[in-house]
C-alpha cells in the first residue's frame, strides 16, 4: 500500500512592501496538502491574492493561483488552501519553489510577500513577475481540491488545518459578501447549537468556516451528529466529493470529520488505511475524525 508521507514547514514571508508581514504552514502527507496563510497587510491593497511560482529545468517559468486572501474579525488577512501535492495546476509542488503574494489590484503585479517553498532558490525576478502577469492575466479558474487528514490525528495549536477543499472555501469566502449568500441551513443549524461563526474557530477548522457560512447543510450525511457541508474533489483523486462535518458539544466545536463516498470494499483505499468504514455492504462513507483544542 501507498506510505502515507507527513512533513510540516513554517514558512516565513519576506517583506517587499511596507506594512506586510506574515507566515504560512504547510503540511504535506502523500495524498493531500494545506497551507495556511496568516498576513498583517495595510488597507491600502482590499484583495491579495497568493500563487505558487516555479522554474522549470529548461528556465521557463510558470504559476498557480492558491486564491484571494480575506481579512478576518481581527484584521489579519488569512487563506486557507489544500490541495493534492502530486498535481497542483498540474505539477508536482516539489516543481515550485516560491510563495508570492501579490495585490489584486496591480497589474504590474509587484510582490508584496514572498517566501521559499523548499529552501533556497535562485529565481530571476523579472521572470517571475512575468509569470504572475500571465497567470492573472488569463481567465480565473479555480479548481477543486480536497483535504484529508489522517485519522486521529491531533489538532492542538500548530497542527494541521485539514481544509475541505480549500479552493471551494475561498470561493465560498467570496460569496459570503452576498448578504443573500450569507445565510444557509448549514449555519443556521450550527448557530442554533451556539456555534459563533462570526468568530475565529479553531486552527483546523478555521478554514472551513467561510464554507459553512454559504453552503447548504448536505442531507445525505454519514451521520446525523456533525453538520456536513459537501465540497469537489480534484479530477483523477478516485472520489467525487468530500463532505466535511463539524462536531458541536455543548455549544464548542469539538471536532472535525471527512467522510469519502465509495462503494464498500474490504480494505480501504491506498492511503486512507486509518479511516473508519460507515454505511453497509453496498454503499457507504470513509470517514476520519480530527478532534479540535479549543483555545
Known sequence: MMRNDYRRSLILLRSNASGYSGHVRLERRTLMGTMYFLVQSPDDCPTLRAALVGRSRDGAYYACALGELQRDSRGQTVLG???????????????????????????????????????????????????????????????????????????????????????????????????????????????????????????????????????????????DQCVYVEAPMPEGSGFPCVAAGVLALGGALAAVRYALPAAWTQEAPAGLEDYAWVGDQNRGWWVTEVPLETP
Do not use: K, M
Not at 516560491?98 to 496591480?106: E, F, K, P, Q, R
Open 81 to 223: 488552501y489544500t490541495f493534492d501535492p502530486r498535481d497542483v495546476c498540474g505539477r508536482e509542488l516539489e516543481q515550485y519553489q516560491l510563495l508570492a503574494i501579490t495585490c489584486a489590484g496591480d497589474a504590474s503585479c509587484a510582490i508584496a510577500l514572498f517566501g521559499n517553498v523548499c529552501g533556497h532558490a535562485e529565481l530571476n525576478w523579472d521572470s517571475v513577475r512575468a509569470a504572475l502577469r500571465e497567470l492573472y492575466g488569463a481567465a480565473d479558474a479555480r479548481e477543486p481540491v480536497a483535504g484529508l487528514p489522517e485519522a486521529g490525528e491531533s489538532a492542538g495549536p500548530g497542527a494541521a488545518e485539514p481544509d475541505a477543499a480549500v479552493d471551494s472555501g475561498e470561493a465560498a469566502a467570496e460569496d459570503a459578501r452576498s448578504e443573500a449568500a450569507a445565510e444557509s441551513a448549514a449555519c443556521d443549524r450550527l448557530r442554533a447549537e451556539g456555534i459563533d461563526l462570526d468568530a475565529p474557530w479553531p486552527q483546523a477548522a478555521e478554514p472551513l468556516r467561510a464554507l459553512f457560512l454559504t453552503a447548504p447543510a448536505l442531507t445525505d450525511a454519514p451521520d
